[in-house]
């Protein structure tokens, strides 16, 4: 099953880090649109664990969720890759972006930077 997740290397206040977004709240169309282009299992979920709606990562058979704890918070998980070998298992394709964008969601610091030097790009 293909899963994203988005990198962000310019966020406010967080001293030039690299983020990784989860528990997307809102995102600008035209990065949707994008996104969902490639990945059109990626949607907007009601998630019961977490009591709210986000864009989601969702099986592309019965289009449950698949939450973003599983893939963002748990080492060796997708997202959370415990060295330089797992990073470089991913693929990365950067969003063409003319202009700042402001998305809600939650930030994790400290993979951002491992992913984005080791996965492939395409």
């Not at 966020?11 to 030039?16: K, L, S």
């Not at 969702?58 to 797992?86: I, R, Y």
Request: with cysteine; aromatic share 8%; charged share 25%.
């Amino acid at each position: 099953m293909t899963v994203i997740t988005l990198l962000a290397p310019n966020v406010d206040d967080t001293e030039n880090q690299v983020c990784l977004l989860s528990g997307i709240d809102d995102i600008p169309v035209e990065i949707l649109s994008f996104i969902q282009s490639k990945v059109p299992t990626f949607k907007l979920k009601d998630s019961k664990m977490v009591g709210k709606k986000y864009y989601a990562n969702t099986c592309p058979k019965c289009g449950v969720l698949f939450g973003d704890f599983f893939l963002h918070d748990e080492p060796g998980a997708p997202f959370f890759p415990s060295d330089e070998k797992g990073a470089k298992s991913l693929y990365m394709k950067e969003i063409p972006l003319s202009t700042s964008v402001e998305i809600r969601a939650g930030l994790s610091l400290g993979l951002g930077e491992i992913i984005l030097s080791n996965a492939k790009r395409i």
